[in-house]
T-cell receptor
Framework: QKEVEQDPGPLSVPEGAIVSLNCTYSNSAFQYFMWYRQYSRKGPELLMYTYSSGNKEDGRFTAQVDKSSKYISLFIRDSQPSDSATYLCAMIRWDSWGKFQFGAGTQVVVTP | DTGVSQDPRHKITKRGQNVTFRCDPISEHNRLYWYRQTLGQGPEFLTYFQNEAQLEKSRLLSDRFSAERPKGSFSTLEIQRTEQGDSAMYLC????????????FGQGTRLTVV
């Protein structure tokens, strides 16, 4: 079983809809959580990071962490075709700071 | 310096040849990371540096792989005696000291071993 599980999709939504993405993890040592966006054949781009349970908002993006359930989410409001990409969750253990553990990524397609 | 720079962007090599990739991190960043990504998968950790010190290496990093960061600035990743299974995107990232969770990735070097 992988330490970080993420549904690979693809997830297809109409323009303007809310995109809901999530990851589950098995190890409670993970303390810091990030979401990256990756366009085809490009490097991952950091969208958001958080370390506490609860919600964090940045523009159209909301990151949610539930440490008791070992579950993190990313919501994208008012989705645009330019949001079509693969979204990767990543997390860091407190005892292995340099080693980011990534999910497999969810492919999102926003149709006009 | 607006981001992490990797060179080359693409590399095609014959099986058994050696290849070397370069990464130039964001100038004020002390930490530098190497990851490998195959199609449909998330990046897998290979190794990371704090300044010139290599602090952790993955078991994925066999003895054919070596990484250096001699002056605590740019880094190189060398693969000796390449195998077809080495074909992947090799990603470099950098961040500030421990406590900084903002790691910024380069565009990657896509390696194809034929």
């Amino acid at each position: 079983q992988k330490e970080v599980e993420q549904d690979p999709g693809p997830l297809s939504v109409p323009e303007g809809a809310i995109v809901s993405l999530n990851c589950t993890y098995s190890n409670s040592a993970f303390q810091y959580f990030m979401w990256y966006r990756q366009y085809s054949r490009k490097g991952p781009e950091l969208l958001m990071y958080t370390y506490s349970s609860g919600n964090k908002e940045d523009g159209r993006f909301t990151a949610q962490v539930d440490k008791s359930s070992k579950y993190i989410s990313l919501f994208i409001r008012d989705s645009q075709p330019s949001d079509s990409a693969t979204y990767l969750c990543a997390m860091i253990r407190w005892d292995s700071w340099g080693k980011f553990q990534f999910g497999a990524g969810t492919q999102v397609v926003v149709t006009p | 310096d607006t981001g992490v720079s990797q060179d080359p962007r693409h590399k095609i090599t014959k099986r058994g040849q050696n290849v070397t990739f370069r990464c130039d991190p964001i100038s004020e960043h002390n930490r530098l990371y190497w990851y490998r990504q195959t199609l449909g998968q998330g990046p897998e950790f290979l190794t990371y540096f704090q300044n010139e010190a290599q602090l952790e290496k993955s078991r994925l990093l066999s003895d054919r792989f070596s990484a250096e960061r001699p002056k605590g600035s740019f880094s190189t990743l060398e693969i000796q005696r390449t195998e077809q299974g080495d074909s992947a995107m090799y990603l470099c990232a950098s961040s500030g000291d421990q406590g900084s969770t903002e790691a910024f990735f380069g565009q990657g070097t896509r390696l194809t071993v034929v």
